[in-house]
Structures are given as structure tokens and as C-alpha cells.
């Protein structure tokens, strides 16, 4: 199944469109879990709030997460120590543990039942030669304030008995679903209301339009080019999970695990399931496919005892925006649109992104000091940080164009320009799309739109 196991076990009540033209304090485009954050946080201090979906409440990238609410991000602290100082690497720890306590409070306070539970979080290595960066991670991340130390070992079978790993505790995982659909409850949601343009205070949709003070971007990726050009600073990136049910590695596993090695697992559970993640690539360059063939492999490599796993109950991916210089997106859309906001670049860390999100827009628009603000702000300028990262995407985008250029001498060949910058797309055989190797758009086998930033869908299919 193509079906993350969210969307399987969780149904979330249709809303209807919006009808005619509304006017309220802020507005909202996407109701995902950074949207539908932003939104009940902004409507918590009293202000009128709608929210703009194009397709259904959580049906984009929040269904297809592995639901980690974590502040372990990856071997990232020693990097970021480097790169901005232990002040502003302090910060963004600071920023992600906060999130994970909020989540907290909200699921307390509104008693919502969604499967939420502490456990530590593991970042692993099965190679002896990874132990000193695991080591040095460590010790970079207990320095700035995170719950974290070395192990020499962890608790898993198979090919991973005694892999070295950075423990940080009392970390969480939820039902992403479950959660956004109880919050939800209570906001106005238009669904099947497609954000066609942004002018100023005004929202443009073909059912009507919304006038607000405030307008939020939280559709996963910025689609308005100008102002920001979010375009030319972060690539988008796919990653594959296969949900395995009635192992007994489920009902073991006792933390979530992440792993720095090269075609390493992301492994977690939730009741009967093991979900087994991992086989990323740039959104756009998986045409030799293979990549759940390659996931499966690895897993039955790392746990051959056939009773561990148990039998696959449901497959799917998800994709996520990288920026260059590896900081989220989260502020002012652009000094030239005071009073636009945006969340995005979240690499592979959603959950927690997009709580930080939520908490550092709403206290912007309240007009409360954020300690925060400065180190996600999208005026940032990291040229240093940024600059491998955004070569290596300018030669991508360079030759997407001047394939999209090729394209239009063949009538057949056009409908395979991404409609967002005319980038030539790519076949992705195991998903069955078109997907664009420049900016991330991604449209199914008849052409319709599947990812942004593209806002059209294509004129024919393959």
C-alpha cells in the first residue's frame, strides 16, 4: 500500500470549501501540522484565523512523516558549534526541546488521545570508524544544554548489536493524525480551496477570496517566487518508509533510532508496527528506481531473523525541504511583505519544526520578543554555510532549464516541463511520477499535482 499508516488507522472529517469572499485577522495557507500549529496558537490569544487547504486537513506531508518529536536532528550540533557559535547552536536546541514541551502541554491540556509517549531518541553508527563523531556529537550536544551522552552500545539485534550511539532521553512520538485532527476541531478550515495567488492582504482562490492582516505560508514549500526567492535557496529531497507489522522488533524497541551511515535505517514503532525509513535522494533523481527494493534489503540485512520484522503491511515516502545552510525557515516572508509570514525548510525534522514555527509566528504577530527570531529569520545571510549547497542546486536547476528548453521542440515532450520555472521533470518509477529535479514540483502519471511548488498541474500525462 501506498498509504502511510497514519492515514490508514485515523480519518479526519471533510470540511467544506470556502464560499465567497471572508475577511479575518490572519490567514493561513496549508493545513498541515505547521498550519493547523500556527493557527490554534494565534487563535488561543484571541485573534480570528482561517485556514486555507488545498486538498484535505493533513493530507500533504504531515501524513507521511515517521511522527519523531525530537531534538535530535542528525549529527548536526558539532557542524552547527563550527558554523554559527555555541550561542546560536544553543539556540536552535533550546528552540527544538520547547517544542517538544508544548506538544506536551497542548496534549495534556485538551486530554487529546494520540498515542504520544516520551522515549529516547538514538543517533547510531554500525561502523567502528563513526564512534569518535559519535562521541564528539555528544559531547557538543550535552554542552549546549540537551539531554544527551555516548553509549558504547544499544539494545537491537541482529547486524546492529553493539552499534556506538548518542542517547538523547526523553524525547517523544505520537499519531500525527490523530493529534492534528482533534486540534482541528475548533479552527475554520476551507478544504478543496486552492491558494491560486497572494497580492498583498488579499488571497486569491477560484471560490472566493480572503482578505487578512496577517497571511501565513505554510503550504511546505514557499510557491510565491517573488518576494524571497526560496527557490534558489533550498532543494527538496524524497525519503521512503516501509511500515512492517506482527515482528517482534515492535514491541521491543524501546526508543526511535536514527543512523548516520550511508544507506543507514530510521527504525521506530507504534503497537504492532515497525517503521523502517531511510533510501533518500533529491526530489528528481531517482530515475533507475529501486528505492523501496533497496530499504527492504537493508532492513532483512540488518535483521535477516525473519520473525523480527514480520510481514510488510504498507509502504510510502515523503519529502521535505533542505535549505542550504541547514536552518528552517520561520519569520518575516520578506522586508518587502512586512506582513507575510512563512515556515519552511524543515529538512527531515517536521514534527518539531513545525512547532517552532507555530510558536515563534505567533509570538511575531503578537508583538512578543522571540529568542528565536534572529537565528530562523529568513533574512538571515550564512553565504559561508550556504554556499556548497547552493552551487550543487544552481548546476541542478542549470541543467533542468536547459533540459525544459530541449523539451519544447517536441509536441509530446512539453507536457514534461514543470509548469513552476520550466524545468525538465524525471520518471520516477517507484512512485509512478513526474518529478522535477530543480525545485521539488511533482505531478502523477496523468499529470495532476502531487508536490509544490508548482500551482498547476500538467497538460498531459506520460
Not at 531534538?71 to 558539532?78: E, K, N, T
Not at 564512534?131 to 549546549?144: C, D, G, N, V, W
Request: charged share 25%; proline share 4%; with cysteine.
Amino acid at each position: 500500500m501506498t498509504e502511510s499508516i497514519w492515514s490508514q488507522t485515523a480519518e479526519i472529517p471533510e470540511r467544506t470549501p470556502l464560499n465567497g469572499d471572508k475577511r479575518v485577522e490572519a490567514a493561513v495557507i496549508g493545513a498541515g501540522m505547521a498550519g493547523v500549529l500556527t493557527a490554534y496558537l494565534l487563535k488561543e490569544r484571541g485573534y480570528s484565523v482561517a485556514v486555507l487547504e488545498a486538498d484535505r486537513i493533513g493530507r500533504g506531508q504531515t501524513r507521511n512523516t515517521t511522527a519523531k518529536i525530537t531534538s535530535q536532528h542528525g549529527l548536526i550540533y558539532q557542524d552547527f558549534i563550527r558554523m554559527y557559535g555555541e550561542k546560536q547552536a544553543g539556540l536552535y536546541a533550546q528552540a527544538q526541546e520547547g517544542a517538544i514541551w508544548e506538544y506536551e502541554r497542548i496534549i495534556r491540556e485538551k486530554k487529546i488521545e494520540c498515542h504520544f509517549e516520551r522515549l529516547p531518541a538514538y543517533l547510531y553508527s554500525a561502523l567502528e570508524s563513526n564512534r569518535e563523531k559519535l562521541k564528539q556529537e555528544a559531547e557538543a550536544a550535552a554542552r549546549l544544554g540537551l539531554p544527551a551522552h555516548y553509549l558504547e552500545e544499544i539494545n537491537l539485534p541482529g547486524e546492529l548489536a553493539g552499534a556506538g550511539a548518542v542517547r538523547f532521553d526523553n524525547q517523544a512520538q505520537f499519531h500525527p493524525l490523530e493529534f492534528i485532527r482533534e486540534l482541528s476541531k475548533d479552527l475554520t478550515i476551507y478544504e478543496k480551496t486552492k491558494v491560486l495567488s497572494v497580492k498583498e492582504n488579499r488571497i486569491v482562490t477560484a471560490r472566493g477570496t480572503v482578505t487578512a492582516k496577517y497571511v501565513i505560508f505554510a503550504s511546505h514549500y514557499p510557491f510565491q517566487n517573488l518576494p524571497g526567492l526560496y527557490f534558489a535557496r533550498q532543494h527538496q529531497e524524497r525519503s521512503y518508509v516501509i511500515a512492517y507489522e506482527g515482528g517482534s522488533l515492535a514491541e521491543t524497541l524501546a526508543g526511535m533510532y536514527y543512523s548516520i551511515d550511508a544507506g543507514g535505517l530510521s527504525l521506530r514503532s507504534w503497537g504492532k508496527f515497525l517503521l523502517v525509513g531511510g533510501s533518500g535522494h533529491r526530489t528528481g533523481k531517482n530515475e533507475p528506481g529501486g528505492r523501496y527494493l533497496a530499504l527492504q534489503r537493508a532492513a532483512e540485512s540488518y535483521f535477516p531473523d525473519g520473525q523480527q520484522m514480520g510481514r510488510e503491511a504498507a509502504r510510502w515516502s515523503a519529502q521535505d525541504c533542505m535549505p542550504h545552510d541547514r536552518l528552517p525557515f520561520i519569520g518575516r516572508y520578506s522586508v518587502l511583505s512586512p506582513d507575510w509570514y512563512v515556515a519552511s525548510g524543515f529538512q527531515k525534522w517536521g514534527m518539531t519544526s513545525s512547532m517552532v514555527s507555530a510558536m515563534l509566528i505567533r509570538d511575531e504577530i503578537c508583538g512578543i520578543k522571540n529568542p528565536y527570531e534572529k537565528l530562523f529569520s529568513p533574512q538571515r545571510l550564512h553565504p559561508a554555510a550556504a554556499a556548497k549547497d547552493f552551487a550543487v542546486d544552481m548546476w541542478e536547476s542549470m541543467k533542468g532549464l536547459a533540459r525544459g528548453f530541449l523539451l519544447l521542440f517536441g509536441k509530446k515532450e512539453k507536457a514534461r516541463r514543470c509548469p513552476h520555472m520550466g524545468c525538465g521533470l524525471r520518471w520516477n518509477p517507484d512512485e509512478e511520477s513526474w518529478d522535477c529535479p530543480c525545485h521539488g514540483s511533482r505531478f502523477d502519471r496523468q499529470g495532476h499535482i502531487l508536490d509544490d511548488p508548482a500551482q498547476t498541474s500538467l497538460r498531459g500525462g506520460r
